[in-house]
């Protein structure tokens, strides 16, 4: 299986080599589509994550100081709710990434001659 870095970083090499092996090249953008979003998500369950690492340590801060703490928790449980939606949509993604990228045959050597055999 080729790297996703080694699509990322070579897509029209990575689409002429598995041309040349009778494979469709639009394969390639489809990894290249699941991959974007599989990091746009994995970047908005980071930041999320990280607001509710903030928030926690604001509860903590108000309980201990007395102060009612009920927003900010119902604040956390909806963060948490997002997380949760979140990251079932990055396993999903990441599963269709995965099988699209063991349908990618290796990228054969330039001097090898084209052909199915």
Not at 82 to 97: C, P, S, T, V, W
């Amino acid at each position: 299986m080729l790297d996703i870095r080694f699509i990322r970083e070579q897509p029209d090499a990575v689409k002429t080599g598995i041309q040349r092996k009778g494979e469709d090249p639009a394969r390639v953008d489809e990894i290249l589509k699941l991959d974007e979003q599989r990091r746009q998500l994995l970047q908005k369950s980071e930041a999320l994550k990280s607001r509710k690492n903030t928030v926690s340590a604001e509860v903590a801060r108000m309980k201990s100081k007395g102060e009612d703490a009920s927003a900010v928790i119902a604040e956390m449980k909806t963060v948490a709710d997002n997380i949760k939606a979140l990251d079932d949509e990055l396993k999903g993604i990441e599963e269709k990434l995965h099988a699209a990228l063991l349908l990618i045959p290796n990228i054969p050597h330039p001097t090898v001659t084209v052909g199915r055999t």
